[in-house]
C-alpha cells in the first residue's frame, strides 16, 4: 500500500512563505512524475506545479516566480516552496506522484489560507 503524506500547510499573511512537503512511503519504489495540485472551494482542481525525473519543471502561470517545487529521489519526497502569497493561493493543495508504471497517488489535502 503507497501512502503521500503531507505537511507544512496553514494560515499566513499577504505576502508570506509557506513550504509545502510529501513524502511518499509503501510499496513505491521509483517514481517519474511528482507535483502539486490545488483545489479552491467551488473551483476545479488545477495543476499548481510537477517536476520530471529529469529535474524539469513546470508551473501554473499564477504562481511563475513565486513558487519553486523540488524532489528529493532518495527521500521519496516532493516539496513547494510558496513564496509571496496571495488571497487567490487560498485551497486544499495535494500531492501526486506517477511511477514508471503509470499508477497514480494522490495525497490527503492540506489546507493553505493566505488572510488580507
Known amino acids: 500500500q503507497v501512502q503521500l503524506v503531507e505537511s507544512g500547510g496553514g494560515l499566513v499573511q499577504v505576502g508570506g512563505s509557506l513550504r509545502l512537503s510529501c513524502a511518499a512511503s509503501g510499496s513505491i519504489y521509483s517514481v517519474t512524475r511528482m507535483a502539486w495540485y490545488r483545489q479552491a472551494p467551488g473551483k476545479q482542481r488545477e495543476l499548481v506545479a510537477r517536476i520530471f525525473g529529469t529535474g524539469t519543471t513546470n508551473y501554473l502561470d499564477s504562481v511563475k516566480g513565486r513558487f519553486t517545487i523540488s524532489r528529493d529521489n532518495a527521500k521519496r519526497m516532493v516539496s513547494l516552496q510558496m513564496n509571496s502569497l496571495k488571497p487567490e493561493d487560498t485551497a486544499v493543495y495535494y500531492c501526486?506522484?506517477?511511477?514508471?508504471?503509470?499508477?497514480?497517488?494522490w495525497g490527503q489535502g492540506t489546507q493553505v489560507t493566505v488572510s488580507s
Open positions: 501526486y506522484v506517477k511511477t514508471p508504471y503509470s499508477e497514480e497517488y
